[in-house]
T-cell receptor, first 112, second 115 residues
Framework: QKEVEQNSGPLSVPEGAIASLNCTYSDRGSQSFFWYRQYSGKSPELIMFIYSNGDKEDGRFTAQLNKASQYVSLLIRDSQPSDSATYLCAVNPPGANSKLTFGKGITLSVRP | DTEVTQTPKHLVMGMTNKKSLKCEQHMGHRAMYWYKQKAKKPPELMFVYSYEKLSINESVPSRFSPECPNSSLLNLHLHALQPEDSALYLC??????????????FGPGTRLTVL
């Protein structure tokens, strides 16, 4: 069973803080990793993707991948109330072609 | 532009009705997807079309029937649905459906209620 696990939430941080969202995956051969943001009642929106070990930065967002530990994370710097949403980690396991395995998501609340 | 459009935004139907959901993308993507999402759950894959051919059917009941008329359009035909089929139906597209760098982009979804 290919699994993607995300920390149980919800996660609450004050405005301006760093929010750290974590995800582990079971299939060691997985190669592609995605973070989607989903506001209540809306569809998932791609935030970041990462394929190589290390960090990838885009504005206030940093994705971190450690394939040895089978761990991918999303850091949100200078968190804003508008970042309050559910964040979905998704993994494309090897041989799965088009299929993404999603984690259950974690709800982030940024307190003004 | 990473836009996927879906119509209608909302749909209410009875269990004996026949309706269709529509999805369109003009990004030149060759893979298109249907997902079902229930409240507080992640999206659940239903079907994948790759180069206009059905490549994945996740054992979805036959009351859901997908169709891909061309590379830009994807339909989901609905017939004799059950109240438990009420959900957000999401369409997504990606460049090719198989490469390591393939990234899925979601449309806004259709909120379906079955009475």
């Amino acid at each position: 069973q290919k699994e993607v696990e995300q920390n149980s939430g919800p996660l609450s941080v004050p405005e301006g803080a760093i929010a750290s969202l974590n995800c582990t995956y079971s299939d060691r051969g997985s190669q592609s990793f995605f973070w989607y943001r989903q506001y209540s009642g809306k569809s998932p929106e791609l935030i970041m993707f990462i394929y190589s070990n290390g960090d990838k930065e885009d504005g206030r967002f940093t994705a971190q991948l450690n394939k040895a530990s089978q761990y991918v994370s999303l850091l949100i710097r200078d968190s804003q109330p508008s970042d309050s949403a559910t964040y979905l980690c998704a993994v494309n396991p090897p041989g799965a072609n088009s299929k993404l395995t999603f984690g259950k998501g974690i709800t982030l609340s940024v307190r003004p | 532009d990473t836009e996927v459009t879906q119509t209608p935004k909302h749909l209410v139907m009875g269990m004996t009705n026949k309706k269709s959901l529509k999805c369109e993308q003009h990004m030149g993507h060759r893979a298109m997807y249907w997902y079902k999402q229930k409240a507080k759950k992640p999206p659940e894959l239903m079907f994948v079309y790759s180069y206009e051919k059905l490549s994945i059917n996740e054992s979805v009941p036959s009351r859901f029937s997908p169709e891909c008329p061309n590379s830009s359009l994807l339909n989901l035909h609905l017939h004799a649905l059950q109240p438990e089929d009420s959900a957000l139906y999401l369409c997504a597209s990606s460049q090719s459906g198989g490469a390591r760098t393939d990234t899925q982009y979601f449309g806004p979804g259709t909120r379906l209620t079955v009475l």
